[in-house]
């Protein structure tokens, strides 16, 4: 076991709290990684909510350096660069048929807190802790990852910021490279400027799509969505947004997004689109947030899809993602600021308030 410091999530409402902790040698299939950078993303802040991981560690957008690895890890070896991802076990009947997002084991795996069989690599005070979040709870200094979702990327590369390619900019732009697959001179409607509609916004701009119609209700966001390459921008707070979106683009859309999960928003979402358009769901909303959708607009051919992780498998998306940022197509950097760990509680009241889109902690 290795002596480690960890943000933990100590009430619902309550700060982080750095703690010491104890993590495990990694099993078999396992990889220890020295964490040198992690995202905090929307989800991690909906599960400290939920009082579910009260004494336990999230953090599901590390990235950093392998330390170990377990005996029957052969594509990994210490010193390698990696990015951790979700957890899909590759096995399953989803899995098989290239939908890993999807995976039959994936809450158990993902959202438990603990390995597939139950049991935790962490321990705080002495007492066994929630501590594989995504197979990872990268809110420290090292985590225990599996095989499955840490992605070997170049040493050249920023290790520290490229965490949230895990998920946050991975779901944006996975959204519409993979599950909308938008081509040259489609339009597409962005509700949320914030770090997944962002990235949504670079990967319609990388794909040719016009135009590309961003709405949120803060313009310092809008202005950021305009930079990365929105058309145009709509604040939805001023304007009636589905007649705007379909004066710019009579008929309406090919393509909508809904980053947020706010119903009214996916209500407008799939109003926008044009006959066999298609609307993606990504935001997370509240428990039991129900939206209304006019059945007769579904049956004119339309499409409503949930998408988690942007239908991306992240041995393969991951690395597409690291080539159009190569390109200069795909700056998600410009949208990150890091933080010192122990100023973790500043960086989500930055986020909660809008000043920063992706804060990223440096826990190494």
């Not at 597409?188 to 914030?194: H, V």
């Not at 980053?259 to 996916?266: D, E, H, K, N, R």
Request: contains cysteine.
């Amino acid at each position: 076991m290795i002596d480690i410091t960890a943000a933990v999530a100590t009430s619902p409402e309550g700060p982080f709290s750095l703690s010491a902790g104890r993590l495990e040698e990694p099993r078999a299939e396992e990889v220890r990684v020295r964490i040198r950078g992690v995202g905090i993303c929307h989800t991690d802040l909906v599960m400290k909510a939920s009082g579910y991981f009260n004494g336990g560690v999230l953090g599901h957008e590390g990235a950093g350096i392998v330390e170990k690895v377990g005996e029957d890890v052969t594509d990994l070896a210490p010193g390698d660069h990696v990015v951790l991802s979700y957890f899909a076990c590759h096995h399953c009947a989803t899995c098989g048929a290239g939908q890993p997002a999807y995976c039959e084991r994936f809450t158990r795996a993902n959202a438990s807190g603990g390995r597939l069989d139950g049991s935790s690599p962490l321990s705080i005070g002495g007492e066994s802790a929630k501590g594989v979040f995504f197979y990872q709870s990268s809110f420290a200094t090292h985590a225990i990852a599996h095989r499955n979702n840490a992605v070997k990327v170049d040493a050249s590369l920023p290790i520290e910021i490229l965490g949230p390619l895990g998920c946050g900019f991975q779901t944006g732009a996975g959204a519409v490279l993979n599950t909308l697959q938008a081509r040259a001179g489609e339009g597409i409607a962005i509700f949320g400027a914030g770090a997944v509609g962002l990235a949504a916004t670079m990967a319609a701009k990388a794909a040719g799509a016009d135009p590309i119609i961003v709405v949120d209700r803060i313009d310092d966001k809008l202005e950021t969505a305009r930079r990365l390459g929105a058309t145009h921008t709509l604040n939805g707070a001023e304007v009636d947004v589905v007649e705007e979106i379909r004066r710019i683009r009579p008929g309406g859309v090919h393509h909508a997004l809904e980053c947020v999960g706010v119903p009214t928003l996916l209500e407008q979402a799939v109003a926008v689109l044009r006959p066999t358009g298609t609307c993606a769901l990504l935001g997370v909303g509240a428990t039991g947030a129900s939206a209304r959708i006019n059945l007769m607009t579904l049956l004119q051919g339309r499409t409503l899809k949930g998408v988690i992780e942007g239908d991306s498998d992240p041995r393969i998306f991951i690395p597409r993602l690291i080539g159009l940022y190569q390109e200069g197509r795909f700056p998600f950097d410009t949208l990150v600021r890091t933080y010192p760990f122990d100023q973790i509680n500043q960086a989500i009241e930055d986020m909660a308030s809008g000043r920063v889109v992706k804060p990223v902690l440096l826990p190494d």
